[in-house]
């Protein structure tokens, strides 16, 4: 039994090119991990869909990390209701859109993605999965959820009225009666991410979560 570990640990080191570094664990989520390639390639991602130059310092790769963590908890939560994922044809739709807005031909968009060193793919899986969380959300924390007339009143009275007249004062505010459905779904949205926020954040005492900070250090 030995000789036969012993080979496949030979077998697995001849497979590894001269000077290739294997894959490090760079965090474990219970029996889950994620591993310094994908904290790179969330970096690139993200990079990539927001046009800014990718960084790979240690605050970079931490903040990409806790996003990864976040995912992860969301699709165990996913599994385990049976949540469905978004419909993939709308994931497509979000990437032309995207190509369309930021490149303007088929031969840039193609450049930047190997520059970047990403695939189509890379990019197509990104915008499914922000709708997937949408979807997730919606499904999880909007249920329930209604807005007081006074909370709209009031905010309308204190935010958005003081904002209108700060951004365009040349132009009248709309009245309250026509700001409302607007005020609603603004306050909704802040009470789903509170609830995300809270969830996401005793979620995560209910699991194992085991950061090797050796792997943020350096390049």
Request: zero cysteines; a neutral charge.
């Amino acid at each position: 039994m030995r000789k036969r570990a012993a080979v496949l640990v030979m077998w697995m080191m001849a497979m590894t090119a001269p000077g290739e570094v294997l894959d490090r664990v760079a965090v474990s989520i219970g029996t889950r991990v994620i591993t310094e390639s994908e904290v790179l390639e969330q970096i690139r991602v993200r990079a990539f869909l927001e046009g800014i130059p990718a960084k790979y310092d240690e605050d970079a790769k931490r903040d990409a990390a806790d996003k990864l963590i976040q995912q992860t908890l969301i699709r165990r939560e996913m599994e385990t209701a049976r949540y469905a994922a978004a419909d993939p044809a709308l994931a497509e739709q979000l990437l032309a859109s995207f190509k369309k807005d930021r490149f303007a031909e088929e031969g840039s968009y193609q450049k930047a993605l190997a520059e970047a060193k990403l695939t189509e793919g890379d990019v197509r899986a990104a915008f499914g999965w922000q709708l997937t969380v949408l979807r997730f959300v919606e499904f999880r924390f909007r249920p329930g959820i209604q807005i007081p007339r006074e909370e709209i009143e009031e905010y309308y009275t204190t935010r958005f009225a003081p904002e209108w007249k700060r951004r365009t004062p040349q132009v009248e505010a709309p009245s309250v009666e026509q700001a409302e459905q607007t005020i609603e779904t603004i306050l909704a949205q802040e009470r789903i991410d509170n609830a995300l926020d809270r969830w996401l954040s005793q979620t995560r005492t209910q699991v194992n979560i085991k950061v090797r900070d050796e792997v943020f250090r350096g390049k």
